[in-house]
């Protein structure tokens, strides 16, 4: 719950899955008013039930969005949910659009939504982190699953978290998947669930995925996530286990997708990126294991 809010009207720029409505609830049961734009193809329609106000545009209308927000009174927006990559290469821009991305030397997902947020907050607008309408998702530091990686998957998250984070350099994606000391698919275009079947189709059983934010992620603009779909990609792929990046990634139906990782003795921890190089137990550096979510899977 978000304290300070009475009727004050919140902008929720919705992409798809179940993040933009924990956050428009939210702001609905802080006193505020959910004022969501949605984009035809990204977000689902229904989303209009848990909003005070809701309209779906076009991607790349970013004038008719900032219209719409200044009609409904709103100075607070934040971003909430994910955007098709592949579909979106077919938006057609506005000239305020066009003109954001013109002005881009590079066109990856953390530039433009800079850029974005950089052309709100020139027009009067505030753009804050969704997750601080439900830092609750904020996944805890520690094992997260009944079983710890084992020595060897501990030798590949201690391989591929630092290929990872290069990759995240360069603004390419956040999820990455190593077998025995090889990179087997990096996340690009099509998104962590594609490249997790990936990785599994080319590197069978055994595989480990790793999923972290990128050095210098701006979370207004957007943070990692996994969640229950995530762990079920992992169980069909036949991955061994799953590390992310502690506290700044968001684990959506957490309980849920933890007992089905027990059912398939997936291992899954979270880390800071100082507590990569944790003990073979599965406990990292700072020793936080999380006994009560364990306890919560049952």
């Known amino acids: 719950m978000v304290r300070g809010m009475e009727n004050e009207p919140v902008g929720i720029i919705a992409g798809g ?4 409505r924990l956050v428009a609830e939210t702001v609905r049961k802080s006193g505020g008013r959910a004022v969501v734009c949605g984009f035809h193809g990204h977000t689902d329609p229904d989303l209009r039930a848990a909003a005070d106000v809701f309209c779906l545009l076009r991607l790349g209308q970013f004038n008719r969005v900032l219209a719409f927000f200044r009609r409904q009174g709103v100075r607070r927006v934040c971003m909430a949910g994910a955007i098709n990559k592949p579909r979106a290469l077919d938006f057609r821009p506005d000239l305020r659009a066009l003109r954001i991305v013109f002005s881009l030397r590079r066109k990856g997902d953390d530039a433009l939504l ?3 947020i950089e052309d709100f907050e020139r027009e009067g607008f505030t753009v804050v982190p969704a997750s601080e309408f439900a830092p609750s998702l904020r996944c805890p530091a520690g094992r997260l699953s009944r079983r710890p990686p084992d020595e060897e998957e501990w030798r590949d998250i201690r391989f591929g978290w630092p290929v990872g984070a290069s990759l ?3 603004d390419i994606g956040q ?3 190593v077998k025995q000391g090889m990179v087997v698919a990096v996340e690009c275009l099509e998104g962590t669930d594609a490249a997790l079947r990936r990785g599994g189709e080319l590197g069978g059983a055994g595989c480990v995925a790793l999923k972290m934010a990128k050095p210098g992620q701006d ?3 957007d943070l990692p996530s996994v969640g229950l779909e995530t762990i079920r990609r992992l169980v069909e792929g036949k991955h061994r286990c799953l590390a992310v990046e502690a506290e700044k990634t968001l684990f959506f139906d957490m309980e849920a997708a ?3 990782a027990d ?3 997936l291992a899954v921890v979270a880390l800071r990126p100082e507590e990569v190089n944790g003990t073979p137990d599965g406990t990292p550096a700072a020793g936080s294991d999380r006994a009560g979510i364990l306890e919560d899977c049952g």
């Open 17 to 20: 899955g179940q993040f933009p």
């Open 114 to 116: 800079r850029a974005i």
């Open 168 to 170: 995240g350099r360069f």
């Open 175 to 177: 999820c990455l998947v």
């Open 219 to 221: 979370e207004r603009a």
């Open 258 to 260: 933890l007992a089905l």
């Open 263 to 265: 059912r398939h003795d």
